[in-house]
């Protein structure tokens, strides 16, 4: 999950970072209007393209690129054994990354518009980090899980393997055991026959 939306947002850098390249050239007294028009409208669609990837984005489901909902991670027995994640507005309504209504189309308000970018760039930089970190914290945690698992199932084989050799010792001193029995017999019955034979 946390992968999806980390991708995610590494797509909407890439769209922020053109619409940047845009606003530079817009403010640029160079261009004429037509181009400025040109350069408004593919800002446009790059605003457009960054609200479809945080509203479409989703992990069965879950969406946090719109939204500041919080997902737990259960992994263990216990209310603490868990990792809260909470999700990012990357969208470009005001709530969010605060691009809608922003114009490139005039050297002012693309001025203007580069300076909101770099909060939008700011703001989009802190959500990935926070997926980030939160994917190392969850690595960590399935290493010392796994580590755990490992140890207990070394735990168990022991004491399955004492028990074992226990076992064994036992049966062989049972073994042991019963052939002096067997042979004590087999000597007590062999007195006897050898009186007999002295007698006769």
Do not use: W
């Not at 990837?53 to 603490?80: A, E, R, Y």
């Not at 990357?90 to 209504?101: K, M």
Request: hydrophobic content about 40%; overall charge negative.
């Amino acid at each position: 999950m946390l992968q999806t939306m980390e991708g995610a947002t590494a797509t909407i850098d890439d769209i922020l970072v053109r619409m940047q390249a845009l606003a530079e050239q817009a403010a640029t007294g160079s261009y004429s209007s037509a181009q400025r028009t040109i350069m408004h409208n593919e800002f446009d669609e790059l605003r457009q393209e960054i609200d479809r990837i945080s509203q479409g984005t989703k992990f069965n489901g879950i969406k946090m690129l719109d939204n500041t909902d919080t997902v737990s991670i259960q992994f263990g027995k216990l209310s603490t054994d868990k990792i809260d994640i909470t999700g990012s507005n990357l969208t470009s309504a005001s709530g969010g990354l605060a691009l809608t209504g922003l114009a490139i189309d005039g050297t002012s308000c693309a001025t203007t518009a580069l300076s909101t970018l770099d909060t939008a760039i700011s703001t989009k930089d802190s959500a990935r980090a926070k997926f980030g970190y939160k994917m190392n914290r969850l690595e960590g945690t399935v290493n010392v899980l796994n580590i755990q698992a490992e140890n207990l199932m070394t735990a168990e084989s022991r004491v399955s393997d004492v028990d074992v050799a226990t076992e064994m010792a036992e049966m062989t001193r049972s073994q042991v055991l019963a052939q002096a029995g067997v042979a004590m017999l087999a000597q007590a019955n062999t007195m006897p026959q050898m009186a007999l034979t002295l007698l006769r």
